[in-house]
C-alpha cells in the first residue's frame, strides 16, 4: 500500500462548477499536508499547504484535512480553464521526507 | 521556477552510458533534492542534500549517484543508464528542515534506448 493514494482521474468538469479533490494517507505520524499544481511539462508548484487537521483558505482554493480518517481535501469553487493541471497531494511529517500522491489530471471545460 | 535551472533539458542516450544531469539554484537554500516522476507512480525522491557533502538516499536511489560541492549545484549521475530509468526528473530546493515547502525547477526529460 502507498503511503500517500490519490485518484489519477482524468476528472473533467464544466467552467464554474465546484471542484473536490481527495486523498488519503497511511502514516498516522503525517503533520504536514500539502496540494502541488503541475501545469504539462512544468514542475510542481506548491498551492497550499496545512499542518494538522482543520481547513486552510487562500481565495477560490480550500484545503482540508481530516486526520481521524486520514483524507486529504482541495476544493476548488467557480473553476476557471486556467485550473486544468494535474493536482498532487503530499504529506510528511516533522523533519521527515515529503511522499507525493500520483497525481489527478483535472480538466476545465469552457 | 524560483531560480532554478536544470541541464539538459531533454536527453535521449544509449543503454549501459554514464549521464550526468545539473540542478542550479540561485536562492541559497540549504536543501536540494532530485525526483523522478513516472505515470502512475507520481514523484519519487531519489537522492536528496542537507548542505555541501552532505547527502542522503531517498526510496529509489539505486542505479544514482549524487554530489554537491557548491551549494548552488546538485549533480545526479546514472553510473550506467538501464531503459527503467526512462523518466522526467525534477530537481527541487527548500530552505529549512520540514522541507514542506519545496520549489521544483523544469524538469529534465531522460530517454534512455
Known amino acids: 500500500q502507498k503511503e500517500v493514494e490519490q485518484d489519477p482521474g482524468p476528472l473533467s468538469v464544466p467552467e464554474g462548477a465546484i471542484v473536490s479533490l481527495n486523498c488519503t494517507y497511511s502514516n498516522s505520524a503525517f503533520q504536514y499536508f500539502m496540494w502541488y499544481r503541475q501545469y504539462s511539462r512544468k514542475g510542481p508548484e506548491l498551492l497550499m499547504y496545512t499542518y494538522s487537521s482543520g481547513n486552510k483558505e487562500d481565495g477560490r482554493f480550500t484545503a482540508q484535512v481530516d486526520k481521524s480518517s486520514k483524507y486529504i481535501s482541495l476544493f476548488i469553487r467557480d473553476s476557471q480553464p486556467s485550473d486544468s493541471a494535474t493536482y498532487l497531494c503530499?504529506?510528511?511529517?516533522?523533519?521527515?521526507?515529503?511522499?507525493f500522491g500520483s497525481g489527478t489530471r483535472l480538466s476545465i471545460r469552457p | 521556477d524560483a531560480g532554478i535551472t536544470q541541464s539538459p533539458r531533454h536527453k535521449v542516450t544509449e543503454t549501459g552510458t554514464p549521464v550526468t544531469l545539473r540542478c542550479h539554484q540561485t536562492?541559497?537554500?540549504?536543501?536540494m533534492y532530485w525526483y523522478r516522476q513516472d505515470p502512475g507512480h507520481g514523484l519519487r525522491l531519489i537522492h536528496y542534500?542537507?548542505?555541501?557533502?552532505?547527502?542522503d538516499k531517498g526510496e529509489v536511489s539505486d542505479g544514482y549517484s549524487v554530489s554537491r560541492s557548491k551549494t548552488e549545484d546538485f549533480l545526479l549521475t546514472l553510473e550506467s543508464a538501464t531503459s527503467s530509468q526512462t523518466s522526467v526528473y525534477f530537481c527541487a530546493i527548500s530552505e529549512g528542515r520540514g522541507s514542506y515547502e519545496q520549489y521544483f525547477g523544469p524538469g529534465t526529460r531522460l530517454t534512455v534506448t
Open positions: 503530499a504529506s510528511g511529517g516533522v523533519a521527515s521526507k515529503i511522499i
Open positions: 536562492e541559497n537554500h540549504r536543501y
Open positions: 542534500s542537507y548542505g555541501v557533502k552532505d547527502t
